[in-house]
């Protein structure tokens, strides 16, 4: 019994410590109707609180103070969702007929809206902290043109050992082939040593 | 562990405020803790939960005896958390997250940590540094660096408060 309980104190105790060096730290107090009693949650709660937000939410309580940076990297969800970005682009020729100036334009917003969510996804997977992850899916515009960076993101989910993961990619109408999903990644063959047995969900859209 | 058979065995835990709680074992070892140490033959006599206060654990006792009365059925169960849950301040919450990670119980542990998410969810950073009395201990620039570092989590993002 005795060693059972030291097992969870040790669990508890780190933030503890944590807690009082944020206090001594406290550059600018201000006055607060409570103790910041959130704040002093061990690190694993407050991770699991995280993971229940959607990322962008979990990234901005980074914001919060600097008890707060990091724990969001430690999120096991990671879900990029990328409908915000795309719902303001519309490149399909429903509707009213674009001229090609319209059409170019709009071309070109979605390749730098496109840049821009590949560099999200990019700087998210690298300041990832979790060695597990529950949750990883991919949903944006992508085709085969961006497999190499969709195949190292797969690689980084497998790695963390994923257990559901979703590509999505919905198709505008001037589109390259359809990405091709790198079975050899998951083979047993494969040179590359991944550990799928955590996989419990797969999930694709336009995915070859 | 079960000295007669036929009635159910009581055990007995008590608060690190020198509190004592009499609860049926069936409803104890929802906790892994508990039920460790009662497959480990080291419940008899009182167990003592240093991590816990007697009010908290008068509050996680009254969970197991609700939950464990019934059945096997998720949906029930879950009603149950949720009412349960509903009319506790965030105080109690942190009180009782805190027992659930001590006692090892993820359903409770679970249920709570959904609700923090629930009050934090479409919220302003603004927002919930009041709600939760998260002192802010950036200075101005380290403010803004970490703004900047996260830029990407204020883009596209409609928040339910003005602030």
Partial sequence: MGVKRLKIDTKIQPEKKKTKKKNKRGKRSSVVDNDDRISQLPDEILTDVLSLLSLKEAGRTSVLSSRWMNLWKHTHSLDFDGQCALRGISISNEGKKKSLEEVESQYKLLKSEKRKYMKWVNSVVQSHKSPTVKQFRINYSLDTSDRCSINRWLEFAVSRQVQSLELDFPIPTYWGDCYRFPEELFAPSSNKVFDVKSLKELSFKNVN | ?163
């Fill in chain 2, 1 to 163: 562990m079960a000295a007669e058979t036929g009635t159910p065995t009581t055990l007995t835990l008590k608060s690190n405020d020198d509190e004592l709680f009499s609860v049926a074992e069936s409803a104890a070892i929802l906790s892994v803790t508990i039920r460790n140490m009662v497959e480990d033959g080291c419940a008899g006599g009182v167990i003592p939960l240093d991590n816990v206060d007697g009010k908290t654990l008068a509050s996680v006792i009254t969970y197991m005896n609700g939950i464990s009365a019934i059945p096997a059925d998720e949906e029930k169960k879950k009603s149950y958390r949720d009412k349960f849950l509903s009319d506790k301040d965030f105080e109690t919450l942190a009180d009782m997250v805190l027992a659930a990670n001590y006692l090892n119980m993820s359903c409770l542990m679970d249920a709570v940590s959904a609700k923090i998410a629930q009050v934090m969810e479409k919220k302003s950073v603004g927002w919930v540094r009041r709600k939760f009395g998260i002192e802010n201990d950036y200075t101005p620039e380290e403010e803004a660096a970490v703004k900047e570092e996260h830029k990407w989590t204020f883009e596209g993002v409609e928040t339910d408060d003005d602030n």
